[in-house]
């Protein structure tokens, strides 16, 4: 399996996120290969000061450097994982053939069978509208009334933004992607199983 989580400059969630899984499949013996990249990351950028901290503090010494979102790292992935609702919907409005296997990190690892429903009938009017977009339509008012509904029950799946912030920020967000890439690995380990 290859993962890519995707954020914004590639410097703060999406290398730690990287950088953890990668440490847990190892130590759990499942076999994924993990890369990150930014929907808006310049080419090589350091990751930040407290991202690359938090992740020594975690035994993780990869050298990870920031990676703009490209059509063949898209193509490379199996599953994309975005750290955020909003980069979700930037991969699959640049890049709409990942639709079917781009979702946030907190909305993949979510098993409640309503949510997961309701979720995939908005990624389809949310694909169907860009497309309509793309050919100079407009959407049904009816289909945009939905979208909204659905949004108004969907919870937030979005993973805080340490950027800019304090150490103790950086352990916080730190903290939610754990618990996230915990209950990722448990969802892996078990298909591998099958």
């Not at 990351?41 to 930040?48: F, M, P, R, T």
């Not at 994309?80 to 907190?106: D, E, M, N, W």
């Not at 008012?141 to 150490?167: C, H, T, W």
């Amino acid at each position: 399996m290859r993962i890519l989580f995707v954020c914004t400059g590639n410097t703060c969630r999406s290398p730690m996120a990287e950088g953890m899984l990668r440490k847990l499949a190892k130590e759990r013996g499942v076999d994924v290969e993990v890369r990150s990249a930014g929907v808006s990351a310049a080419e090589g950028v350091q990751i930040s000061y407290h991202a690359e901290t938090v992740l020594r503090e975690n035994q993780i010494h990869d050298e990870i450097t920031s990676t703009p979102l490209r059509a063949e790292l898209t193509e490379w992935a199996d599953l994309i994982l975005t750290l955020t609702q909003g980069h979700k919907r930037q991969v699959i409005q640049y890049f709409p053939g990942t639709a079917g296997k781009t979702y946030t990190l907190k909305e993949y690892v979510e098993d409640d069978e309503q949510v997961l429903a309701d979720i995939r009938e908005l990624d389809g009017l949310f694909a169907a509208r860009e497309l309509q977009m793309s050919l100079g339509q407009q959407m049904s008012a009816a289909d945009g009334q939905r979208m909204i509904e659905l949004r108004q029950r969907i919870p937030v799946y979005d993973i805080s933004d340490p950027f800019g912030g304090s150490k103790e920020d950086y352990d916080r967000t730190a903290a939610e992607i754990r618990t996230a890439l915990d209950k990722l690995m448990d969802l892996l380990k078990e298909r591998n199983s099958r």
